[in-house]
């Protein structure tokens, strides 16, 4: 292909909002455009790197036997509004009307379409397990797109789909999936963080995500210094600091030598970091608490499963959102009580509640509650909503924490003797230097950008959208379901900010958009015909070539083939050519040394080393 014939508008300058060198690059290389914010066209080159990942991952998924359809990105709101999320998904989902005034969504994700599909098909448990996937365009109203294509409105997902009779054959698949996403990553010549996961409102433990590490991510690791453990701050754990009683008698027995609670003035002082001087101790025997706001809440609040009923939650209604999914509480409020020098994690929280989203209480909802201003609340005689207290709290049986009442609070408070919380969790946000929960080693940070993400999901859409098959015994079952994603986009994107340099991309060869860019000093006479030739040979034995033809200075070209990153350049030049022995000259880009091959050896050379690497990367 030359490069005179092809469209690869290649720019010096970058626009200001392209901040990460992914989309400084795609954007000079002549590899997307912006239509609108969060809207990106793809122009040849890109594509053809894009089709790569594309087909990287397809090969994978066919060769773990999931099956590829394709579905309509427009589904009916009807489906959206079966499973629920028609109410619970906010702004982020694109509702349209058509002309007949019917509701339609533009995918964001597929549970809907493909389960209603699965549903209409299915009717024994001879056709299962099934897992299904497809290729397509997703579109998501993104309150902030930013990063080029990593955070775009519009991209584009591989989802797979998958459907079983047990918890083992969804194991399987999960496990299946999980192997192939670790050979795409591979294959795209990616470094892959594989880590646990939040599997929201489902619980359970079957949730991995696959990140790339980046300054500019959206989400915190933390991985273990002597060990494999790596997780999501959503989700990790660590190793108690703390001593938590054995039962609640213990707790009591604990706070026998303690005296008894009392109140403390504390004028205008608020903040732990101010009680911590005031009071002249430290944050780790305070208790915090703070007020949350949770909406669609699944746990059930009643008492129903044994547990006490929650304070407060007699006057709340509960409701399915639409007839099949699961009952929920539309805004229900609850206190969190945490030793003073932790955080709540609100994704833990959140999990825990079955909860779609908990956000802390405005103000004039915290003096409802404790009937105090923001800064006074503690678990003490807090009766009005449930308090819900974080593990560290059991091991306190002396401790500071607001008394409900402007300026006071309580010191000597024992948990067990003084309060005794609706509900006991780890709800703590794990940090750098906490200690590992597998071996006790010492936990360190990284930043990291989620390229795909593997779940199990359970019966939360087969229940809530009403499919089922006959068992063996003629009964009828509700299939568990697993869902698996990776965006295109942010995949391409992660392999740019891995490789490059100063002067360009650094393309894998597997990703590349040609694997050889062919330099003419001066594309006319012997040269031309050198070039041409190699050209010719090297397609023939199935290279990819990039030959530029331009009327430009070398300079301009070397500088253009840097920047767009082609594994090998070939510069072919008179001198070279009026050799004893003709030759030209090969470089690949990720070195900075060039070495004389022989022209009449070049093609053969240069197609056995694009045979073999691909071989290897590929293996
Ligand atoms: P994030 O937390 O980054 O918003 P997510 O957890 O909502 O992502 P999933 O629903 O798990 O994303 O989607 C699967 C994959 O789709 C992600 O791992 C990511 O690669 C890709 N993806 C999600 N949102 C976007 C987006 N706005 N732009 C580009 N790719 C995206
Ligand atoms: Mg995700």
């Given at each position: 292909m030359?490069?005179?014939?092809?469209?690869?508008?290649?720019?010096?300058?970058?626009?200001a909002?392209?901040?990460?060198?992914?989309?400084?690059?795609?954007?000079?290389?002549?590899?997307?455009r912006?239509?609108?914010?969060?809207?990106?066209?793809?122009?040849?080159?890109?594509?053809?790197?894009f089709?790569?990942?594309?087909?990287?991952?397809?090969?994978?998924?066919?060769?773990?036997?999931?099956?590829?359809?394709?579905?309509?990105?427009?589904?009916?709101?009807?489906?959206?509004?079966?499973?629920?999320?028609?109410d619970?998904?906010?702004?982020?989902?694109?509702?349209?009307?058509?002309?007949?005034g019917?509701?339609?969504?533009?995918?964001?994700?597929?549970?809907?379409?493909?389960?209603s599909?699965?549903?209409?098909?299915?009717?024994?448990?001879?056709?299962?397990?099934?897992?299904?996937?497809?290729?397509?365009?997703?579109?998501?109203?993104?309150?902030?797109?930013?990063?080029?294509?990593?955070?775009?409105?519009?991209?584009?997902?591989?989802?797979?789909?998958?459907?079983?009779?047990?918890?083992?054959?969804?194991?399987?698949?999960?496990?299946?999936?999980?192997?192939?996403?670790?050979?795409?990553?591979?294959?795209?010549?990616?470094?892959?963080?594989?880590?646990?996961?939040?599997?929201?409102?489902?619980?359970?433990?079957?949730?991995?995500?696959?990140?790339?590490?980046?300054?500019?991510?959206?989400?915190?690791?933390?991985?273990?210094?002597?060990?494999d453990?790596?997780?999501?701050?959503?989700?990790?754990?660590?190793?108690?600091?703390?001593?938590?009683?054995?039962?609640i008698?213990?707790?009591?027995?604990?706070?026998?030598?303690?005296?008894?609670?009392?109140?403390?003035?504390?004028?205008?002082?608020?903040?732990?970091?101010?009680?911590?001087?005031?009071?002249?101790?430290?944050?780790?025997?305070?208790?915090?608490?703070?007020?949350?706001?949770?909406?669609?809440?699944?746990l059930?609040?009643?008492?129903?499963?044994?547990?006490?009923?929650?304070?407060?939650?007699?006057?709340?209604?509960?409701?399915?959102?639409?007839?099949?999914?699961?009952?929920?509480?539309?805004?229900?409020?609850?206190?969190?009580?945490?030793?003073?020098?932790?955080?709540?994690?609100?994704?833990?929280?959140?999990?825990?509640?079955?909860?779609?989203?908990?956000?802390?209480?405005?103000?004039?909802?915290?003096?409802?509650?404790?009937?105090?201003?923001?800064?006074?609340?503690?678990?003490?005689?807090?009766?009005s909503?449930?308090?819900?207290?974080?593990?560290?709290?059991?091991?306190?049986?002396?401790?500071?924490?607001g008394?409900?009442?402007?300026?006071?609070?309580?010191?000597?408070?024992?948990?067990?003797?003084?309060?005794?919380?609706?509900?006991?969790?780890?709800?703590?946000t794990?940090?750098?230097?906490?200690?590992?929960?597998?071996?006790?080693?010492?936990?360190?940070?990284?930043?990291?950008?989620?390229?795909?993400?593997?779940?199990?999901?359970?019966?939360?859409?087969?229940?809530?959208?009403?499919?089922?098959?006959?068992?063996?015994?003629?009964?009828?079952?509700?299939?568990?379901?697993?869902?698996?994603?990776?965006?295109?986009?942010?995949?391409?994107?992660?392999?740019?900010?891995?490789?490059?340099?100063?002067?360009?991309?650094?393309?894998?060869?597997?990703?590349?958009?040609?694997?050889?860019?062919?330099?003419?000093?001066?594309?006319?006479?012997?040269?031309?015909?050198?070039?041409?030739?190699?050209?010719?040979?090297?397609?023939?034995?199935?290279?990819?070539?990039?030959?530029?033809?331009?009327?430009?200075?070398?300079?301009?070209?070397?500088?253009?083939?840097?920047?767009?990153?082609?594994?090998?350049?070939?510069?072919?030049?008179?001198?070279?050519?009026?050799?004893?022995?003709?030759?030209?000259?090969?470089?690949?880009?990720?070195?900075?040394?060039?070495?004389?091959?022989?022209?009449?050896?070049?093609?053969?050379?240069?197609?056995?080393?694009?045979?073999?690497?691909?071989?290897?990367?590929?293996?």
């Open positions: 030359k490069v005179s014939a092809n469209f690869i508008p290649t720019l010096r300058e970058v626009p909002d392209a901040v990460i060198v992914s989309h400084r690059l795609m954007f000079r290389a002549g590899m997307i912006k239509l609108a914010n969060g809207l990106f066209a793809y122009l040849p080159l890109g594509l053809r790197s089709r790569k990942v594309e087909n990287i991952i397809r090969e994978e998924m066919n060769a773990i036997g999931s099956l590829e359809i394709k579905p309509t990105v427009v589904v009916p709101g009807e489906i959206w509004k079966e499973s629920g999320r028609w619970t998904m906010g702004e982020g989902l694109l509702r349209v009307k058509n002309r007949l019917a509701d339609f969504v533009v995918s964001p994700t597929a549970e809907e379409a493909f389960t599909l699965v549903r209409d098909e299915l009717s024994s448990y001879r056709q299962l397990p099934l897992s299904l996937y497809q290729i397509n365009t997703k579109y998501r109203d993104e309150i902030r797109p930013r990063y080029g294509v990593m955070r775009g409105r519009e991209f584009v997902m591989k989802d797979a789909y998958s459907y079983h009779t047990d918890d083992e054959s969804l194991d399987e698949t999960y496990q299946k999936m999980g192997r192939a996403y670790r050979r795409i990553f591979k294959r795209c010549g990616l470094t892959v963080i594989p880590v646990k996961a939040d599997s929201g409102a489902m619980g359970g433990s079957g949730s991995e995500e696959f990140m790339v590490e980046s300054e500019v991510g959206d989400n915190t690791l933390l991985l273990c210094k002597e060990c453990y790596a997780a999501n701050v959503e989700k990790a754990g660590c190793k108690p600091d703390f001593t938590a009683p054995a039962s008698e213990e707790a009591k027995a604990a706070a026998a030598s303690v005296p008894p609670v009392e109140k403390i003035d504390t004028p205008q002082v608020k903040t732990i970091e101010e009680l911590c001087v005031f009071l002249k101790t430290d944050a780790k025997k305070f208790i915090k608490t703070l007020i949350y706001k949770a909406v669609n809440v699944e059930d609040l009643s008492g129903k499963d044994g547990a006490a009923p929650a304070p407060g939650c007699s006057k709340l209604e509960r409701k399915s959102p639409s007839p099949g999914a699961p009952a929920v509480y539309p805004i229900a409020f609850f206190a969190v009580a945490i030793r003073g020098d932790l955080d709540v994690n609100e994704v833990k929280l959140a999990a825990l509640l079955k909860a779609g989203e908990v956000t802390l209480a405005a103000d004039t909802d915290v003096e409802r509650f404790t009937g105090a201003p923001v800064g006074f609340a503690g678990p003490v005689g807090l009766n909503i449930p308090v819900i207290a974080d593990e560290t709290v059991t091991a306190l049986s002396d401790a500071v924490t008394a409900l009442v402007k300026d006071l609070h309580y010191q000597h408070a024992a948990y067990g003797r003084d309060f005794t919380p609706w509900l006991i969790a780890d709800v703590r794990v940090k750098a230097g906490d200690r590992c929960p597998v071996c006790g080693g010492e936990l360190y940070e990284k930043k990291g950008n989620e390229l795909g993400h593997i779940f199990k999901l359970g019966s939360k859409y087969t229940a809530s959208m009403n499919v089922s098959y006959l068992d063996e015994d003629g009964k009828s079952r509700t299939p568990t379901m697993g869902c698996y994603g990776i965006g295109l986009d942010r995949t391409l994107a992660s392999v740019i900010e891995e490789h490059h340099d100063d002067t360009g991309i650094i393309w894998p060869l597997t990703i590349a958009p040609y694997h050889v860019i062919i330099v003419p000093i001066k594309y006319e006479g012997a040269v031309k015909t050198a070039a041409d030739d190699l050209a010719a040979a090297l397609e023939k034995s199935g290279v990819e070539v990039l030959l530029d033809d331009r009327n430009e200075r070398p300079g301009v070209k070397f500088n253009d083939a840097d920047l767009l990153g082609i594994p090998y350049r070939v510069v072919v030049g008179d001198k070279n050519l009026s050799l004893p022995q003709p030759a030209v000259e090969v470089k690949r880009r990720s070195e900075k040394e060039n070495r004389l091959v022989d022209l009449s050896n070049a093609a053969e050379e240069l197609a056995g080393l694009v045979r073999g690497e691909l071989g290897e990367m590929n293996s």
